[in-house]
């Protein structure tokens, strides 16, 4: 079975990076979840990025706020899928230096960019990368998006009585 890495540069992160967690469990894959930081911990960044797919780690979720250094950093290292997830912190200006430190990687570099604390479309995201290879999760994802399908439809009926 396919795992996916959900790390972030701080506790501070956890309330974001939960959304992130949550979805993947609610999809069976296997989650392993730890603190990265880029700036304070580069060894264990390092030790990470290079090792990661040798654990069975098939994506990697990064989150990270201001300088948001973490999800460019693992993704220059390792051969992996990484999806940043940008967080509007204490010391960031408006979520937006995050946003741009993720999103503006240069060519040769990629990492996938969900919005401002977009945890949760980042588990998504992770879950339809490995449904491309795994029907058991292939199939769970169809049925999430066939419940928010029919959420819609309810919601909608609602407001037209």
Not at 10 to 20: G, L, N, R, Y
Not at 59 to 76: C, N, Q, T
Not at 100 to 115: C, F, H, K, R, Y
């Amino acid at each position: 079975m396919s795992k996916v890495a959900v790390i972030m540069g701080s506790i501070s992160d956890m309330p974001v990076m939960q959304e992130a967690i949550d979805i993947l469990k609610g999809f069976d894959i296997e989650t392993e979840v730890d603190i990265v930081s880029a700036h304070r911990t580069p060894e264990k960044l390092f030790d990470f990025s290079k090792n990661a797919h040798t654990r069975g780690i098939s994506v990697v979720i990064a989150g990270a706020g201001g300088a948001a250094h973490l999800p460019g950093m693992v993704a220059s290292m390792s051969p992996l899928p990484v999806i940043g997830v940008p967080i509007k912190s204490s010391n960031s200006i408006d979520g937006w230096d995050s946003v741009l430190s993720i999103l503006q990687m240069p060519g040769g570099v990629p990492v996938a960019t969900v919005a401002l604390n977009g945890a949760k479309n980042a588990g998504i995201l992770a879950a339809q990368i490995i449904g491309s290879h795994n029907k058991s999760v292939l199939d769970k994802i169809i049925l999430y998006k066939t419940g928010l399908k029919e959420a819609v439809i309810i919601a909608s009926q609602s407001v037209k009585k």
